[in-house]
Nanobody, 122 residues
């Protein structure tokens, strides 16, 4: 069974950091581009970051550029999203997704995790 599982979410104060993990089971992440999306209450799901499978190129939404870093550890079959300098507007459920190439929209991804809640509040 192909599965993605996110972890690492939680409650953090503004300015704090969290590291999200996206672990795969049933398939090898090496061959997939992995994207991170987020969805805040009442808003559409939006792309946050992506890392390609071919050359490890990374992409970031303007809202997180310079604060978030995506990386992959193929030996652990896991992709990470390091989130620093968190802001209240980063509060959302964060999802990872696997596809053949980085894409800006959800349609470009074939497999999705169940999401992990990130809350930034004092």
């Amino acid at each position: 069974q192909l599965q993605l599982v996110e972890s690492g979410g939680g409650l953090v104060q503004p300015g704090g950091s969290l590291r999200l993990s996206c672990a795969a089971s049933g398939f090898t992440l090496d061959y997939y581009a992995i994207g991170w999306f987020r969805q805040a209450p009442g808003k559409e799901r939006e792309g946050v970051s992506c890392i390609s499978s071919s050359d490890g190129s990374t992409y970031y939404a303007d809202s997180v550029k310079g604060r978030f870093t995506i990386s992959r550890d193929n030996a652990k079959n896991t992709v990470y999203l390091q989130m620093n300098s968190l802001k209240p507007e980063d509060t959302a459920v964060y999802y990872c997704a696997a596809g053949w190439a980085c894409a800006a929209t959800m349609n470009g991804y074939d497999y999705w995790g169940q999401g992990t809640q990130v809350t930034v509040s004092s």
